[in-house]
C-alpha cells in the first residue's frame, strides 16, 4: 500500500478534526489519521508532537493526563474553544482551497 | 524547575507512545520482541523528536537564562580550580570595595544628622597670604555678635567652645568634655532637648544653667526622670539640670568642630557661653567656633561677603588682614579624613579592576578551549548575540558568588577597619550598610561583570566559524589577535598596579621620613598627666599655690629626674596664638608665635635643648621673663643676641618679657604641619587652668604614673585624672591616621602586584602550552634553550613594560592628588618611580621565568606528535 506524506500546513487540521470527536492521545491521533484516511496519510512521531506541542502553546488545544483503555498513562489532547473555531476557519480555507485546486487541475486535464 | 519537569513529561509521552504502538502490535500478533523492534523503527529518532518538540515550547527570556545559567555552572564544575580562584578574589575585591564605600559614606556622604544640614557652615578665619600660615582659625566671640545681630542672610549664628567641667559626686570626679554654647546653638543645629527645655537667651551669660546628653545622662545619672532642675557640682560649683538631649544624637567630637583647644572626644554636658558678647574685644583671641545656618535658598558667596562686610569697621580700625570663610559644616567635621578615604577607596577600586581584568584573562584563556564548540554552534546557527551573552552570564554567575560573598566579607571588613582605625577618623560610629551602600555593591557588581566577561565574551562572538573549524589545536595559527588583547589586560593590570605602588611607596617615604624627623623632645621616657584646676577654690591665686605644691612633690618621686608642666604638650595643637612683637621695636606687621605657660623644669623633663642663655628657675615664677624658640630669636633679632631684648606677653595689658634663654624648636600640632614659633612665659604671669605635667623616668612608665597619680591624688582627690601618656604615645596617636592610611595603601599595592603577577604568568603559561608545537619545531630545527627562554621572556614582559610605562605616566600626573598627604618628598619624586619599575619588572620577570623555563624542557618529538 502506498503511504502519503501530508500535504505542508494541513497537519495542524488533520490533528484539530481528530480532536472534535473527543480528547485522544498522540498514539490514537495518529492511528485516527492513518485509518480514517484508509491507510493513506501517514502522520510521522516527529512531526506529530512538534505540531501538538505547538497547538498546545497556542491553546488551540489543552492537554491532561489520563488512564488509556489499555491502562496505560498518557497524555491526552482536547479541543478548546478557539482550536473549535480555529479549526471551523481552517476547514472554510481548507475547501476553498482545494475546490479551486481541483477546478484548475481539472481545466489542466482537459486542455491536455 | 519547571523545565525539567516538562522535560520529564515529554519522556513520558513519547514512551507511552511506543508502549501504546507495542501493545497494538502485539495484538496483531507480533512477536514481543519484535513489535518492540518495528514500534521503535517507526517511531523514528527519539531524541530528534525530543528536541524538535522542544522548540516549540518556546522560549522565555527567563527559560533561556536558565539554560544559560545552568551552562555556565557546568562550565564552573569542569574548571573547579579556576572558579575557586576567581569567586575567591572578586569575594576579596567586592568585600573590600564596598566596605570601604560604607566607610566613605557614612562619613562622607551620609548628611549629618541634623535638621536640614546642607544649610549648615562653619565661619573660619583665614589668614592673609603673607602670614605664611597653612590652614584657617577659629573666629573671636565679637564677631560673632555683630553676626548674630546683623546677618541678613543667615537664620541662626551660634558660637560654641570646647571646655571641660569636673562632674563630682556621684562617683569618682570625672572630668567631662563639654561645649560652651551661644543660647541658640541646639535651635541653629535643629535640635531639641527630649526632655526639659533649650537655654533661654538670657542665660547666655551663665547662670548655672546645664544641658546633658543622653549618654551621660544614662551613664552617671541611671537615666533618673527626676533630673530636671537637680543641682549637681560641676568644677566645685553648683550647677542645674535644665535638659537632656535625644538619644542618638551623634554630635561631631570636640576637635571636629575646628576648635584649637578642649577635649577631642564627643561632648558630654552644655553649658552656656558665660559672657555678654557684645562686650567682647572687636580683636579678641580666635577662640571660637562658629556654626552658621543659612536662610534658605541663600548660597555660601553672598553669605560670605555679608560676614566679612559686617566686619568692615573693625579690619579698618585693627587693621585685620585676615578674612573670613564658610565651610559646610559636615565638610569641616570630616576634613582630616576626606583625602585619606577618597584614597583609600580608589585603591580599593583599583584592585577590583586588577581583580576582574585577571578574572577575564583567566576566562579567555579557558573560552580559548571553547573555540572550536563556538564555531559549530555559530556553524549550526546559533545567534552570535546569545554566545556574547552566554560568556557575560558565565562572568555574572561568577560574580554574583563572588559578589554575594564580597558582602559577608564587606560586613567583616567594615568592623575590622572600624576597630582598627585612629580615632580621629570622625563619623565611624555613623557608618551603616544603607541603600545606598547596598546600590553600590549592585553596580560594583554590574560594574565587575561587564570587565570580567566583555573581552572573553567579545572574543568568542567574534570566532569565524570556518577558521575555528580548520585550526585543530596548534598554537600557531592564531597567535595574531587573541594574544594582543590577553597581553592588554596584562598591561592594564600592570600599569594599574604601578600606580598603586607609587602612590603607596610616596606615602610610605612619605611616613618613615615623617618617623626619622628630629623632633624636638624625648619620648620614651616622658609621662604626661592632663589636670584641671577648675574648682573655685582654685580661683584667685588657688591653683598657683597647688601647682607649685604639686610640682614639689612630683619632683621628689623616686625614679623622677625631672618634673615640669606646661599649658599645652607638644603635638596636642595650637593654643594662645597671638602676635610675635618685639616690645622696644614694635611693627605694624607681625608674625604669629604660640606661647606657653610652663613650670621651671619643663624643658629637662622634655628634653627639649637649651641653645642659649639659661633656663626658668624657682625665682622667675609670675616674673616678665620669657624664652622662646631659636626660630622665634632669629625672626625677630636676626644675627643679634637675643638675650636680654623684651618681647610683648601675650594678652592685653601684659608687660614685656625679658628674653633669658633660647630653646629648641618643638611642634605644636602634627609634625607634617605646625612648627610654630614658640614664647614661653612663667606660669603665674597668667595661671591656665588646664595644665599637663611632664615628668621624666628613667625607670618603668607603668610604674611611675602609679605613684604620679597617687600624689596628685593625696594633694586633691577632688581632682579628675584622665590617663596618664608617655610622649610616645601623643607621638604614635598623632600619627595614627597617616600609619593607618600608609598600611592599607601599602597592603593594597601589594595585592595588586601579586594579583599582576598571577596575571602574568597565567597569560605567559598559557602562550606557551599554545606554542608547544611551535617551539618543539625550534627546538628541533636547533634553537638552544637560551634562544627558547628569551624569546618568551620577551614575549612575556613586552606588555609588562608598556603597561609600566602607562602607569608611571600616570602616576606622574595623578600624584598632585596626593601631594596633601606627603611628607617632604614631591609627587614626582623619581625615587619612588623607579622602585616601583624595578619591583615590578622583578615581578614579571619572575613571573615569566617557570613558563619559559618550561618553554626550553620542551621535547620536540612529543611536542610534534600533537600535531
Not at chain 2, 848 to 854: D, E, G, L, S
Amino acid at each position: 500500500m502506498k503511504r502519503v506524506e501530508l500535504i505542508q500546513g494541513t497537519l495542524d487540521m488533520l490533528i484539530l478534526q481528530t480532536l472534535r470527536w473527543g480528547a485522544q492521545h498522540g498514539y490514537g491521533i495518529t492511528q485516527a489519521i492513518r485509518s480514517g484516511s484508509c491507510d493513506v496519510l501517514q502522520v510521522e512521531t516527529g512531526s506529530l508532537y512538534p505540531a501538538l506541542h505547538r497547538l498546545e502553546r497556542q491553546r488551540w488545544v489543552k492537554a491532561e493526563w489520563r488512564q488509556s483503555e489499555n491502562n496505560q498513562r498518557a497524555k491526552y489532547y482536547s479541543l478548546t474553544p478557539a482550536g473549535r473555531k480555529y479549526l471551523a476557519a481552517e476547514q472554510e480555507r481548507w475547501n476553498t482551497v482545494s475546490t479551486a485546486i481541483a477546478s484548475l487541475m481539472r481545466a489542466r486535464e482537459t486542455e491536455a | 524547575m519547571k523545565w525539567r519537569r516538562r522535560n520529564q513529561e515529554l519522556d513520558e509521552e513519547i514512551q507511552a507512545h511506543l508502549a501504546m504502538a507495542v501493545q497494538d502490535r502485539i495484538s496483531r500478533g507480533e512477536g514481543p520482541a519484535e513489535a518492540e523492534r518495528n514500534a521503535r523503527r517507526e517511531l523514528g529518532n527519539e531524541t530528534l523528536i525530543k528536541e524538535i518538540t522542544r522548540e516549540m515550547w518556546g522560549w522565555t527570556a527567563v527559560e533561556r537564562l536558565q539554560q544559560d545559567l545552568r551552562y555556565a555552572f557546568r562550565q564552573m564544575r569542569r574548571n573547579s580550580g579556576f572558579t575557586a580562584m576567581a569567586i575567591l578574589s572578586l569575594a576579596l575585591g567586592l568585600g573590600a570595595v564596598t566596605a570601604m564605600f560604607s566607610i566613605v559614606n557614612g562619613v562622607l556622604l551620609e548628611p549629618l544628622a541634623f535638621h536640614d544640614p546642607a544649610r549648615l557652615y562653619v565661619a573660619r578665619t583665614i589668614p592673609p597670604p603673607e602670614a605664611h600660615l597653612t590652614g584657617d582659625f577659629p573666629v573671636n566671640a565679637r564677631q560673632f555678635h555683630e553676626w548674630r545681630a546683623h546677618c541678613q542672610a543667615c537664620q541662626s549664628v551660634s558660637l560654641i567652645q570646647m571646655d571641660d567641667l569636673t562632674l563630682v559626686g556621684a562617683g569618682e570626679p570625672v572630668k567631662l568634655p563639654a561645649l560652651r554654647v551661644s543660647s541658640n546653638f541646639f535651635a541653629t543645629l535643629g535640635v531639641r532637648p527630649a526632655i526639659g527645655r533649650d537655654f533661654l537667651p538670657a542665660e547666655e551669660s551663665g547662670l548655672g544653667q546645664v544641658i546633658l546628653t543622653d549618654t551621660l545622662w544614662r551613664s552617671r545619672f541611671a537615666a533618673d526622670p527626676g533630673i530636671l532642675g537637680r543641682d549637681i557640682q560641676l568644677n566645685g560649683e553648683p550647677h542645674t539640670v535644665i535638659g537632656v538631649l535625644p538619644h542618638h544624637l551623634a554630635l561631631p567630637r570636640g576637635d571636629q568642630w575646628g576648635g584649637y583647644f578642649g577635649p577631642a572626644d564627643e561632648p558630654l554636658i552644655f553649658e552656656p557661653l558665660g559672657f555678654h558678647s557684645e562686650g567682647q574685644k572687636p580683636a579678641g583671641s580666635l577662640n571660637y567656633t562658629s556654626v552658621i545656618r543659612l536662610k534658605p535658598g541663600i548660597s555660601p558667596a553672598p553669605a560670605t561677603a555679608e560676614l566679612n562686610s559686617l566686619l568692615a569697621d573693625f579690619v579698618r580700625q585693627y587693621h585685620i588682614t585676615t578674612r573670613i570663610a564658610l565651610f559646610p559644616l559636615l565638610q569641616q567635621v570630616t576634613r582630616r579624613a576626606r583625602s585619606a578615604l577618597w584614597l583609600l577607596l580608589g585603591a580599593v577600586a583599583a584592585v577590583l579592576l586588577i581583580v576582574c581584568v585577571n578574572v577575564g584573562n583567566l576566562m579567555l584563556v579557558r573560552t580559548a578551549g571553547r573555540y572550536r564548540e563556538a564555531g559549530v554552534r555559530l556553524a549550526l546557527g546559533a545567534g552570535r548575540t546569545r554566545l556574547f551573552g552566554q560568556v557575560l552570564k558565565e562572568a555574572l554567575v561568577l560574580v554574583a558568588i563572588g559578589g554575594s560573598l564580597g558582602l559577608v566579607l564587606s560586613y567583616a571588613g567594615l568592623r575590622a577597619f572600624t576597630a582598627a582605625a585612629p580615632i580621629d577618623l570622625p563619623r565611624l560610629e555613623e557608618v551603616q550598610m544603607d541603600w545606598r551602600v547596598l546600590l553600590f555593591a549592585f553596580a560594583a557588581t554590574t560594574f565587575s561583570t561587564v570587565a570580567c566577561g566583555l573581552a572573553p565574551a567579545w572574543r568568542l562572538s567574534r570566532i569565524q566559524p570556518l577558521d575555528s573549524l580548520k585550526a585543530v589545536s596548534s598554537g600557531h595559527t592564531e597567535a595574531g589577535r587573541k594574544l594582543r588583547l590577553r597581553e592588554m589586560l596584562v598591561s592594564l593590570e600592570v600599569a594599574l598596579s604601578a600606580v598603586l605602588l607609587t602612590a603607596a611607596s610616596l606615602l610610605l617615604v612619605s611616613f618613615l621620613r615623617l618617623t626619622h624627623v628630629e623632633k624636638g623632645f624625648g619620648t620614651a621616657h616622658v609621662i604626661t598627666q592632663d589636670v584641671s584646676f577648675l574648682s573655685p577654690k582654685y580661683a584667685h591665686g588657688g591653683r598657683n599655690q597647688v601647682i607649685r605644691l604639686m610640682m614639689d612633690r612630683l619632683r621628689q618621686i623616686p625614679g623622677a629626674s625631672a618634673a615640669g608642666a606646661t599649658s599645652r604638650l607638644p603635638m596636642r595643637g595650637e593654643d594662645w596664638v597671638s602676635e610675635l612683637r618685639d616690645s622696644e621695636a614694635p611693627t605694624e606687621d607681625n608674625a604669629i608665635a604660640n606661647f606657653r605657660f610652663v613650670m621651671p623644669d619643663y624643658w629637662r623633663a622634655m628634653e627639649i635643648p637649651l641653645q642659649q642663655g639659661r633656663f626658668f628657675n624657682d625665682g622667675d615664677w609670675g616674673r616678665p621673663v620669657a624664652i622662646v624658640s631659636s626660630r622665634a630669636a632669629r625672626h625677630l633679632w636676626p644675627n643679634e643676641n637675643p638675650i636680654g631684648r623684651h618681647v610683648q606677653g601675650i594678652g592685653p595689658g601684659q608687660p614685656a618679657l625679658e628674653i633669658v634663654g633660647v630653646v629648641g624648636e618643638v611642634p605644636a600640632g602634627p609634625l607634617d604641619q605646625s612648627w610654630p614659633m614658640m614664647v614661653y612665659e612663667p606660669y603665674g604671669l597668667i595661671s591656665p587652668v588646664a595644665m599637663s605635667f611632664t615628668v621624666r623616668t628613667l625607670g618603668d612608665p607603668a610604674a611611675l604614673i602609679r605613684s604620679m597619680r597617687a600624689v596628685l591624688s593625696s594633694i586633691d582627690p577632688e581632682m579628675a585624672l584622665p590617663t596618664a601618656r608617655t610622649m610616645n604615645e601623643i607621638l604614635d596617636a598623632s600619627m595614627a591616621t597617616r600609619r593607618f592610611e600608609m598600611r592599607l595603601i601599602l597592603a593594597f599595592a601589594l595585592i595588586a602586584l601579586l594579583l599582576a603577577a598571577l596575571g602574568i604568568y597565567g597569560v605567559v603559561s598559557f602562550a606557551v602550552a599554545r606554542r608547544t608545537p611551535e617551539i618543539g619545531i625550534r627546538v628541533a630545527m636547533g634553537a638552544r634553550p637560551g634562544q627558547v627562554l628569551s624569546m618568551i621572556l620577551r614575549q612575556g614582559l613586552r606588555p609588562v613594560l608598556f603597561g609600566l610605562a602607562v602607569g608611571l605616566a600616570t602616576a606622574l600626573f595623578a600624584g598632585r592628588l596626593l601631594a596633601s598627604e606627603l611628607y617632604e618628598i614631591g609627587p614626582n619624586d623619581p625615587l619612588p618611580l623607579f622602585a616601583v619599575a624595578a619591583a615590578l619588572l622583578l615581578t614579571a620577570f619572575a613571573a615569566c621565568w617557570a613558563p619559559a623555563r618550561r618553554a626550553t624542557r620542551v621535547d620536540p618529538l612529543r611536542a610534534l606528535r600533537f600535531e
